[in-house]
Each structure stands twice: as C-alpha cells, then as structure tokens.
C-alpha cells in the first residue's frame, strides 16, 4: 500500500472526505450503504465493506466537488473573488512551483468549499428521515460559516500567488 503523501493527502481531503460526509447523509436511504457504514453482523469491518465506501466516498467526493463549482465558486467569484486570467506560457519553468500551490492552496480550498456541500446536503437528507433538531441546525450555520470563509480564503490566496508566480517578471 502506499504511504499518504502531500500529493495523495490532498486528494483525500478534497475527494474522499467531502464524499463520506454525503454517504453518511445517504444511509438512511440504502440498506447496501448501512451495511458498508455499519454492518449489522458486528462491528468488524471487512475488506469488501472497506473497498465499497472508498469507492462510493470518490465517486460522491466528485459529485459533490462539480456542486460545488457550480454554486460555490460561482458565489465566490460573483461577491469579490476575481476569477484570474493567468498567462499559462509562463508556466514552463515553473510546473513544479504551480504544482506546489495547488497542494498548499488549492487542495485546501477544494476541502473547505466541498465539506460545505456535503455537510449541507448530509444534514438535509438526515433530517428529511430523523426531523431536525435547532441544536443540530444551529451547528450546521456554525460550521458553514467557518468552511465558507475557509473557502473564501484559502481560494483568494492561490490565486493571488498563482498570479504572482504567473506574472512574475
């Protein structure tokens, strides 16, 4: 197996995280998915129960993240955040540093804006089954508000020194 890694701890966050968030929200809905999650035999985990929710956790994480394009980046880019036009001729000698912002910015965003989706969309399904409670509703604004600007930052400033390095003469 391989060891997590910058390059691979990024994409946990802003894929596998967001995704579980939202099958956790999907479990009422699906015995298959209450077994994955919890399995009624036991509390021992099995490899193929393992395997299901990796795969479904990816496979939401990316639906969550195109959701999160759609209205997150939208609301960001429409409320200040200036969408950037870089000048990718400028890149050649500088993939590695590019890269580098991606990991330390842009993965970080990716888990601020997605996490919002999920944790919205997983409270609305699980309250449409459990009913909602004002504690849980009260926590849910707490923790979107401080993923929102979380997003908001961490966004700003890749792109900003995505410019920088962009531009740079």
């Known amino acids: 197996m391989r060891d997590v890694t910058s390059a691979n701890f990024g994409l946990l966050i802003a894929f596998v995280i967001p995704g579980f968030v939202l099958l956790w929200g999907i479990e009422p809905y699906s015995g298959s998915v209450q077994n994955w999650v919890a399995p009624e035999s036991g509390p021992h985990a099995t490899v193929g129960g393992f395997l299901y929710v990796t795969v479904a956790s990816v496979g939401l994480g990316q639906l969550v993240s195109t959701l999160r394009w759609l209205v997150i980046d939208s609301m960001h880019h429409r409320t200040g955040i200036r969408k950037p036009t870089w000048n990718f001729r400028r890149l050649k000698d500088k993939v590695d540093a590019f890269d580098h912002l991606i990991q330390i910015h842009y993965r970080y965003y990716q888990w601020h804006a997605n996490c919002l989706v999920a944790a919205t969309l997983s409270a609305c399904l699980r309250w449409s089954v ?40």
Request: glycine share 4%; no cysteine.
């Open 130 to 169: 459990n009913g909602i409670r004002l504690s849980e509703f009260l926590l849910l604004l707490a923790v979107d508000a401080l993923l929102f600007v979380g997003s908001r930052d961490t966004l700003d400033k890749y792109y900003r020194r995505v410019e920088e390095l962009l531009y740079r003469r």
